[in-house]
């Protein structure tokens, strides 16, 4: 179908006999935000991994804009448009938060990263880099250095840095995490936001932000796909309420 931009079929991983992820089918849209959730314990971080490359499934192929990248390095995907973020914040805490920005920029020169180049070659990006500060909300921060920016300011960051590779797809592992509610706010307009020209498929706990931004979610039990459909539809699933039992409210 030429409006799937992601696929899974039959992927499967297993950990000398324990099956995290079990004859897994997806197919994410272009243009949409979707969720994968699940309780503790679903399969949603290993399946995460699988899509991103991180690990290598044990069965199954995933194709990427009717590639099949099963077998490519990390690496290779991003460079195909397809980039993620993780957990823990990943930004240079001693660098601004423009200089940050600058750097992931340089990544389209190729394999240099102008370390060894004039000020004035480098300077090229700022006007760029600035840009996608103003795009997530950070245009005050860009002379802050990222160790003093707070944590939703970081996970903004990050996006920025992610959104300069240009990607047609953002993969987002759990960005709500350890978030105040302010922050969590913040991030959700501004995943709303960078959604607009993108397809954003995203791992999160908190289901109220699953609820509004999302257009379609699949939950994982047990390495499985056990519903999928908008939160109308998965909400009033009795098996995702009864997976959910214990593990929180959908």
Not at 160 to 173: F, H, K, N, R, V
């Amino acid at each position: 179908m030429n409006d799937v931009i992601l696929a899974a079929e039959n992927l499967t991983k297993e950990f000398k006999g324990f099956v995290a992820v079990d004859g897994v089918n997806l197919k994410i849209r272009r243009g949409q935000i979707h969720a994968l959730i699940g309780p503790n314990g679903a399969g949603k971080t290993t399946c995460f991994n699988l899509l991103t490359k991180f690990l290598r499934p044990t069965k199954g192929t995933i194709t990427y804009a009717g590639k099949d990248i099963t077998s490519l390095e990390p690496a290779d995907i991003a460079r195909l448009g397809l980039v993620r973020s993780f957990q823990i914040s990943a930004v240079f805490p001693h660098l601004t938060a423009a200089e940050n920005v600058r750097i992931a920029l340089q990544r389209k020169r190729g394999a240099s990263f102008d370390f060894w180049r004039s000020q004035k070659v480098v300077s090229e990006y700022d006007d760029a880099a600035h840009s996608l500060l103003d795009e997530v909300g950070l245009s005050e921060f860009a002379a802050t250095e990222a160790s003093e920016l707070s944590y939703g300011r970081k996970r903004a960051l990050e996006i920025a840095t992610t959104l300069a590779l240009d990607p047609e797809m953002l993969l987002l592992d759990e960005p709500m995490a350890g978030m105040a509610q302010a922050d969590i706010e913040r991030i959700s307009a501004l995943i709303k936001r960078i959604s607009a020209n993108r397809t954003i498929l995203m791992v999160e706990h908190n289901l109220s932000v699953v609820a509004s931004l999302s257009n379609t979610i699949t939950v994982l039990a047990r390495g499985k796909v056990l519903a999928e459909g908008d939160y109308a539809i998965v909400s009033k699933d009795p098996r995702v309420v009864e997976a959910y039992i214990g593990s929180g409210h959908v």
